[in-house]
């Protein structure tokens, strides 16, 4: 029983890692709160933060803070930066925490259960789609195709033992499409 419970919080430990060492980007939500100074003052600035659409995000006294493409460690200490650099306290801590749910791979076409998988910074195609119960009865694994962002490129999960190119990892906001 003791196994089991140091298992699931080291694999919880190294899930909310990978989840913090991952960049932000437009849409990710976050939960932040300072410390360093007064209680009361650090609650102005404890809540749920969201990055907009321009890769920013407005941090109470300081305005826009520049956030897509950061970790939230480094959006963290861009943070205490800003707060130090414009005089208004001495020794920040912005303290940064990733929501899970906002880091989703999709996993459709000829699979037994397409859906949104959490993303975790070791997802691969070949593990996404064994996750999603593997291909359907119809699904060509000869030619995954992989949306990300603007780019699609078109992957052979037979072809996995001779070239591990053909199973990259995965990205958050990938879409990953197994024809039939």
């Known amino acids: 029983m003791r196994l089991l419970l140091l298992l699931a919080v080291s694999l919880a430990l190294l899930t909310t890692r990978g989840y913090s060492q991952a960049a932000l980007r437009a ?3 976050f939960d932040m709160r300072l410390t360093g100074m007064p209680q009361e003052t650090a609650a102005d600035f404890t809540g749920q933060f969201t990055v907009s659409d ?3 995000v407005s941090v109470p006294l300081i ?3 520049k956030a897509a493409g950061l970790s939230a460690p480094q959006l963290a200490q861009a943070i205490d930066n800003k707060l130090v ?3 208004i306290f001495t020794h920040p801590t912005a303290i940064i925490t990733l929501q899970q749910q906002s880091r989703t791979v999709t996993i459709g076409g000829g699979v037994r259960s397409p859906q949104a998988l959490p993303w975790t910074s070791d997802l691969t195609l070949q593990t996404a789609i064994m996750r999603v119960g593997g291909a359907s009865d119809y699904g060509n694994i000869a030619k995954i195709k992989l949306t990300r962002g603007t780019s699609k490129s078109v992957f052979n999960l037979k ?3 001779k070239d591990p190119n053909q199973n990259p990892k995965l990205l958050p906001g990938d879409v990953v499409e197994v024809p039939e």
């Open 63 to 65: 305005g826009a803070v």
């Open 54 to 56: 321009d890769g920013n």
């Open 85 to 87: 650099a414009g005089k």
């Open 27 to 29: 849409g990710d939500t």
């Open 159 to 161: 072809k996995v033992d």
